[in-house]
């Protein structure tokens, strides 16, 4: 460019010129288009990762089910304690019944292996919750086992060789036969929201994390939100300036950038070695992640409480309010819409924390939801780590379909915080 | 039962508040303008005395309990057991006692036992129920002595002000306290490392098998502390997220600042902040699901071989996730470039790649290598893309197929399901802790002293 400006009168109409010209405006496109590229990478890139969990994850919201008869049998029932019965061999028997020609034990075992393990528990509770079943039947409906779930939904293809794969052609002629009478059906699988974890990823659900992640988070909220707003308004409206003050902020600007796993040692070493707080306790992860939000929430009050024109706190303190009066009865009500919005947000990154929660054992095996904070309990994200590391090809699906069910908690706490914002916070 | 207590100050709190306002409007009716504080703080001013020494005993009381029974337990227990017993021997009969309570009997537990898990029992019952007592009893006596205070001229809002006032600094004190717990709990857990294993080895050996033997008989490895190959696979997993993120965010941020109309920018922020809210676990499984067999395939394709648990994978998937991070504080650096300075280079006739490239970018390079540091410190502190998707044998390469693992990988294996804190295995994990914990913070304050000198270059 120099020698172009030093050559005093320029012909622009020169060929060299315009070749110049040209040559900078192709580098200019050129880094457009390297701006295009580089967001269609970003783009592209979510839009695979989203593709790939509802593609292997949507299959995880139906479930096969077999309905079917079961004769209760007085012989194998006692009437006086229902809950003893041999129910191994009423499920037995009820297979057997639609497969009259089916007989020895390892073909009557390869016939049951269709239906889900616990098949047996599910006539049992059936029972005892009505005894008057005793002598009758039972028509339940019960899902089919992890194996004849995913040949039934194309996962386990029938061409593939026999030794390959997880059912015997047997099995699938049986299986066939079930569907011709009408027994196999494909509902949505209400388990995935109201099973607790199983080892059998037909029965597997997230209840458990559910409930768990709601105790951790209440807690979680119940420390950090009133805490984190104390310490944002004794530094944004009380604190002088000074040494201790600057340390205190310092701190805090760097807590929020401190690794979420060096939290779950803190957790581990001080509310689990030192105070002895139960293991795997939604209490313990509550206080843990409240550590890790409270810089978040302290930082976002002080912007909503900064963002409160001056001229307010001038008035209030003119018509003879105390400073306490003024930030109480003015400041923070006024601060309170960005305040919240922050609070979700903050609330929805804690949802999606897992490393602090497996260092204090919120990763255990359950197979029931906690009762309360002090129970052992799981939360979703742990959870989803739990399936992942399941080598059951049926806990891939699950799997992706709890991812989809913590995005889609984590979209419900976003769209709040953003109608929060767009309705309630004013602008100045 | 703590629970019920808590619930029992909140209510006991409440009807101080309303018996101290009750006689703050006393005052007002009585005498007009001649009355210092509102009703309403009179109240807050007997709820304050009434619940928060209530509360500070609770606490006190929760804290104090297990060790005083243990303590009694221990004294109970017949001489012949407890003479010469070390620490760890009473230990033991501690949590033996406590799992015949808890009903977990591994053996016939001795009758000295069962009778101690009794007074356990007895004593925790007693203890609660005392505790009820003592707080209630600790109430009752406040509020009187509370509202005898209140007169028409008290200075109540004055009072609860101050209360106010120090309830506020301790709250604000409490990120003190959890950046001095974690170095506390880091600091004190490595020392008993250190004892155990030098400080040298750790920092500059090169075999890192911590699996100890559990038995004398095992066949295990030695146990060897050389984090080395540790340090270089993070190392190695965090450059190559920031050879993904960095050209990807900068180029992102560049075009959103310089070429992008509003609508584009109205799409593509939110897109953005979509990939920044998606937790790590998730990237994690995406790595496992979709990533890792899709680069095996590829390289299979071309003839190469390439590790189930590749670094290029789990590095791979850690730079999308940290392109909006490097995308957003470049994009902030970039605007607080003055105005004047871009209008001026294309007020020269420069193109506006020209301009990007020769002015803003030059002139915003503190404040992009800020983010760009703060970056680098989330990729070494990740931690669950790695756990899932890289790998746990600690090897000493910077080949990026191969399978390495990192410090994060290592606290998460060597803790998980392991609760004993006196070997070198569990210790190890606060050690590493440690390392990351200064590593990162170096990092950032590094990080934020860059970004806050640039920005009072331009105010």
Redesign the interface.
């Known amino acids: 460019m120099a020698d172009t400006i030093l050559r005093g009168n320029i012909d622009w109409s020169d060929s060299r010129a315009l070749a110049h010209r040209r040559r900078r405006h192709a580098a200019d496109r050129r880094l457009q288009i390297a701006g295009i590229t580089a967001i269609s990478i970003a783009v592209g890139l979510l839009g695979i990762l989203i593709v790939s969990l509802i593609g292997t994850g949507y299959k995880a919201f139906v479930q096969t089910k077999i309905t079917l008869e079961f004769p209760i049998d007085p012989e194998l029932v006692d009437a006086e304690s229902p809950a003893d019965g041999n129910y191994r061999l009423i499920v037995r028997n009820a297979m057997q019944a639609l497969f009259p020609d089916v007989e020895g034990t390892a073909d009557l075992k390869a016939l049951n292996e269709i239906l889900t393990n616990n098949t047996q528990f599910m006539v049992r509770d059936a029972v005892v919750a009505d005894p008057s079943l005793i002598g009758g039947t039972v028509a339940l409906t019960v899902p089919a086992s992890d194996p004849f779930d995913q040949l039934n939904k194309g996962e386990i293809a029938r061409e593939t060789p026999e030794a390959q794969r997880r059912v015997t052609d047997r099995q699938i002629v049986w299986f066939d036969e079930l569907e011709a009478q009408g027994r196999i059906s494909l509902p949505f699988n209400w388990g995935l929201f109201f099973n607790a974890d199983s080892r059998f990823p037909e029965l597997a659900g997230l209840s458990g994390a559910i409930v768990g992640s709601f105790f951790a988070l209440l807690v979680c909220f119940l420390i950090s939100f009133p805490t984190g707003i104390a310490a944002a308004i004794y530094l944004e409206e009380f604190a002088p300036r000074n040494r201790w003050t600057d340390l205190i902020e310092v701190n805090i600007n760097n807590l929020a950038a401190v690794p979420s796993i060096v939290f779950g040692l803190l957790g581990l070493a001080v509310f689990l070695g030192f105070f002895g707080l139960p293991r795997s306790a939604p209490l313990v992860g509550g206080m843990v992640l409240s550590l890790m939000t409270l810089p978040t929430i302290i930082i976002v009050t002080r912007a909503a409480l900064k963002a409160v024109p001056p001229s307010i706190r001038e008035g209030a303190l003119g018509m003879g309010a105390s400073k306490h009066q003024v930030v109480m009865h003015h400041v923070l009500p006024l601060a309170m819409p960005g305040i919240l919005t922050g609070t979700i947000i903050g609330m929805a990154q804690a949802l999606g924390e897992t490393a602090p929660l497996l260092l204090i054992g919120m990763n255990a095996f359950l197979t029931s939801p906690p009762g309360g904070i002090l129970d052992a309990a799981t939360a979703l994200p742990t959870q989803i780590f739990i399936w992942a590391d399941s080598p059951e090809r049926g806990f891939v699906a699950r799997t992706s379909a709890g991812i989809l069910v913590l995005l889609g908690f984590l979209m419900v706490m976003n769209a709040v915080a953003i109608f929060l914002r767009q309705r309630l916070e004013r602008t100045w | 039962m703590a629970g019920y207590v808590i619930l029992l100050i909140v209510a006991m709190s409440l009807i101080a508040y309303f018996v101290g306002r009750s006689s703050g409007l006393k005052f007002e009716r009585a005498g007009r303008g001649s009355t210092h504080s509102r009703p309403g703080y009179h109240g807050a001013f007997v709820a304050v005395w009434v619940g928060i020494p209530a509360l500070v005993l609770v606490l006190l009381w929760l ?1 104090l309990q ?1 060790p005083v029974v243990d303590r009694l337990l221990i004294a109970s227990l017949p001489d012949t057991m407890t003479a010469g017993a070390s620490r760890a021997q009473i230990d033991l009969y501690l949590s033996e006692i406590q799992n015949v309570v808890a009903g977990r009997l591994f053996s016939e537990p001795t009758p000295e036992i069962v009778a101690a898990a009794e007074n356990f029992e007895r004593w925790n019952i007693i203890a609660r129920w005392a505790m009820l007592v003592v707080v209630a009893a600790l109430m009752v006596v406040a509020l009187p002595l509370a509202r005898t205070r209140l007169a028409p001229r008290f200075r109540a ?1 004055n009072n609860v ?1 101050r209360v ?2 120090a ?3 301790f ?6 306290v ?2 001095l ?2 170095v506390v ?2 600091l ?2 490595s020392f008993r490392f250190f004892d155990k294993v030098p400080l040298s080895e750790f920092l500059f050996g090169t075999s890192w098998e911590p699996q100890i033997p559990l038995r004398d008989d095992q066949v295990a490895g030695l146990g060897a502390f050389g984090a080395i190959p540790v340090f270089t696979g993070t190392l190695l997993i965090a450059s190559i997220a920031m050879l993904v993120a960095t ?6 941020a ?3 600042v ?3 109309d509003n609508r584009v920018r109205r799409i ?1 922020k939110p ?2 902040e ?2 920044a ?10 790595a ?3 990533v890792a067999p899709a680069v095996r395939d590829f390289g299979s394709g071309i003839g190469i071989s390439v590790s189930p648990n590749a670094a290029l994978v789990a590095g791979g998937v850690m730079g ?1 996730m940290i ?2 991070f490097i ?1 957003s504080l470049s994009d902030d650096a970039i605007k607080a470039v003055p105005r004047s300075m871009r209008d001026g280079s294309l007020a020269m006739g420069a ?4 301009t ?2 020769r002015v803003l970018l030059p002139a915003a390079l503190p404040g992009i290598m800020g983010g760009i540091l ?1 970056a680098a ?2 990729a ?5 893309i790695v ?2 998707a890289a790998g746990l044998i600690a090897t000493l390469t910077f080949n990026p197929l191969d399978s390495v693992t990192t410090v ?1 990988v290592q ?2 294996t060597l ?3 392991d ?1 004993e ?1 006196d070997n070198p295995k569990t210790l190890a ?2 050690a590493l ?1 440690l390392v ?2 200064i590593v ?2 170096a990092l ?2 590094l990080a ?1 002293s860059i970004v806050r000198k640039y920005r009072e270059k331009y105010e």
């Open positions: 804290f297990g809002r002000e106010m006032s309830l506020m600094i709250c604000s004190l409490v990120a003190i959890t950046t717990g974690i709990s880091l004190f857990e050209p990807i965010g900068l180029l992102t560049v075009y959103l310089e070429y992008a593509v897109i953005m979509m990939l809210g998606i937790p790590t676990v998730v990237y994690g499984f995406f496992v699901l979709t999308i392109i909006p995308s193109t506006r790649s020209e990007m490239i703060l410190s989330r070494i502190g990740e931690t669950m756990v899932m994060t606290i998460v803790l998980i399901g609760t804190f994990a606060f802790g990351l914990f990162t913070l950032n304050v934020l």
